[in-house]
C-alpha cells in the first residue's frame, strides 16, 4: 500500500484545528504520514497539536521568516 503524506499548515487555528487533525486521522489510513507545520502561533495552536502528537508523524513551531527576495 502507498504512503501518504499530508501536511497541515497553520497559525493561531486553535479553532479549527483540533477538528482538522481528527478528520485526517479518524479516515484510518494504515499509512500515513501527517506532518504539522505551526508558524509561531501564539494562541493555543502548539497546544492541541501536543494533544496529538501520537498520531501526527511529525511537527514543528517556528516564526514565519516572511518570503527572501533577490
Do not use: H
Not at 479553532?15 to 494504515?30: C, D, W
Not at 497539536?49 to 514543528?60: G, L, M, N, T
Amino acid at each position: 500500500m502507498a504512503k501518504i503524506t499530508v501536511v497541515t499548515a497553520v497559525y493561531n487555528g486553535e479553532e479549527y484545528l483540533e477538528a482538522t487533525i481528527r478528520s485526517i486521522v479518524n479516515q484510518g489510513y494504515p499509512n500515513l504520514e501527517y506532518i504539522v507545520v505551526d508558524d509561531g502561533s501564539t494562541d493555543r495552536t502548539a497546544e492541541i497539536i501536543r494533544k496529538y502528537e501520537p498520531e501526527v508523524s511529525c511537527w514543528f513551531s517556528q516564526v514565519n521568516q516572511g518570503c527572501m527576495r533577490r
